[in-house]
Structure formats: structure tokens, C-alpha cells
């Protein structure tokens, strides 16, 4: 853990898949943990873990920023996503556009909070399956091909703060619908958020892909700067 007298860390979207896993990093590392949820009843769910829950809307600008300038973290985690349940495919194009929404205006809304109370970190989700069509492995300096994924990232690492950008690749494990691992950039659960509780403290601005090496994605600036190992998984499974 930190050795900053501030050793609050603000998870925003922490009762998700990986936000929850992360939590319960984090609350075993020794981190004070406030995590926001638009769910009551998930807020529930946070506290038996250890979480202090703040229930929130990142849409709601100035509601986020009470929030989060109240508690004051000094690290700041965006694990926000707005997907259905296993990835259903009948429900993925709406998804789709509603995650576009969050990146957008929620990652904005929630870097604005974040840079008003001083956070001096920030590390954020993004994925890294839509990389353009080129030689493998795709690396971090590889061109994407959605737009909205590189201005979602560019706004992470233009603010004035250590921002630490995952590239996750297609998770797979507990509660992500998927058992086993799909072709062309897997990663776990578990190892997912290992790897974002490594970047609370490692690491320097940039981007990172976070993804089981099968020859598709690089992850060796991961392993390499936060020592990220790709077969974390929880002790208790």
C-alpha cells in the first residue's frame, strides 16, 4: 500500500466485474476504499466487503462532484461500463452505445471531481481489441480504429495527473459470462483486476495492454513495468 498519509482510493463503478474483484484487492492491501454505484442494493453488497458505498450517478456532474471532493481520495479508479449481463448479443448494440456514452461524458465528469479534490493518479479501463487491422502482436503505439476509444484514453493522459490507461483484452472467469478463454487477446477476471490494483502504485503515465500473450497483444510493458503476472487468480477462486 501507499505510504501517503492518504490512503483513500475512490473505485467508480466498483460493484462491477472487475470492480468488485478489485475491491476486495485493494480492502486486503490495506486501502481505505469508497466505491460508487448507481445500485442501492449493490451498495449492500460493497459494505459486506469492506467498501464504504456511495451511490451516484456519473452522468450527474454535479453530484459526482460532491462526492468525490468529499472524500478526497488520492487515487482515483474508473471502472465504469454500461454493458449487458454476459455480453448478451441481443442486447450488445444498445450497450454498445451507452458504453460510448460513459466513456465519454462519465470519464469527463469523473476527471473533472477528481482534478478538484487533487488526486495525483488516475487508472482507468479501456480495451484492447480494436486495434487496426496490422502486424502482431498489436503493441501500445499500435493505431486504433475507433475513434472513441482514443479520445475516451486521450483524456485520461492529458489530465494533469499520473493517468494509467489498462488496455484489458476479452475477459473471460466469474460473473464476465464466458468460462473459458475466447480466441485473439484473453485475459481473466482476476487478472484484470490484479492488474489495476498494480497501477494504483506502479507504473507511469501511459498505456498499458493487459491481455494472456497468444501472439495477437503485447502485454510486456505490463509485465515488465507493473509486474503484472497473467495467472493471477484469487486464492479462493
Not at 209 to 230: F, M
Amino acid at each position: 500500500m501507499s505510504s501517503e498519509s492518504n490512503n483513500k482510493i475512490l473505485v467508480a463503478g466498483a460493484s462491477g466485474v472487475i470492480g468488485r474483484r478489485l475491491c476486495c484487492l485493494l480492502v486486503e492491501d490495506g486501502w481505505r476504499v469508497i466505491g460508487t454505484t448507481r445500485s442501492s442494493e449493490k451498495a449492500t453488497g460493497l459494505r459486506a466487503i469492506g467498501v464504504e458505498p456511495i451511490v451516484v450517478d456519473v452522468f450527474n456532474e454535479k453530484a459526482l462532484h460532491i462526492v468525490v471532493t468529499k472524500a478526497r481520495p488520492s487515487i482515483v479508479v474508473h471502472q465504469l461500463t454500461d454493458l449487458p449481463a454476459g455480453l448478451d448479443p441481443a442486447k450488445m448494440a444498445e450497450g454498445k452505445v451507452r458504453n460510448a456514452r460513459i466513456r465519454d461524458i462519465g470519464t469527463r465528469n469523473l476527471i473533472a471531481a477528481a482534478i478538484a479534490c487533487g488526486v495525483n493518479r488516475m487508472v482507468v479501463q479501456s480495451i484492447a481489441f480494436v486495434y487496426e487491422p496490422g502486424p502482431l502482436p498489436y503493441r501500445e503505439e499500435s493505431p486504433l480504429n475507433v475513434a472513441s476509444v482514443a479520445s475516451f484514453e486521450q483524456q485520461v493522459l492529458d489530465a494533469p495527473f499520473v493517468g494509467i490507461v489498462l488496455r484489458y483484452g476479452k475477459l473471460y472467469g466469474p460473473g464476465t459470462g464466458f468460462d473459458n478463454p475466447p480466441s485473439d487477446g484473453p485475459v481473466h477476471v482476476d487478472a484484470a483486476a490484479d492488474a489495476a490494483r498494480l497501477a494504483v502504485t506502479r507504473g507511469k503515465s501511459g498505456i498499458y495492454n493487459v491481455v494472456e500473450e497468444d501472439g495477437t497483444v503485447s502485454s510486456q510493458k505490463a509485465i515488465r513495468e507493473l509486474c503484472w503476472n497473467p495467472s493471477f487468480r484469487f486464492s479462493n477462486g
